[in-house]
């Protein structure tokens, strides 16, 4: 076997195991409650942080400032 049958093997088993894992994930109640609350909870952290940075860098790099505050 070569190197890239090996790679597009080992491909085939992470995706299905990443699309087994997803199945059961998603037909279990429990589960399925606390990957909503994660996803959720990530959702409500990062999201409006990275809005922020990204606002904060336009402004800045709309006014032509060279040097940018540590964020």
Excluded: C, F
């Amino acid at each position: 076997m070569t190197e890239q049958q090996a790679e597009k093997v080992a491909n085939l088993v992470i995706g299905l195991a990443a699309i087994g894992g997803a199945i059961y994930v998603l037909r279990t109640p429990s589960l399925r409650r606390m990957l909503w609350g994660l996803t959720r909870t990530t959702l409500a952290g990062t999201a409006p942080a990275w809005l922020m940075t990204e606002t904060r860098r336009a402004w800045h790099e709309s006014r032509g400032d060279s040097q940018q505050p540590a964020i």
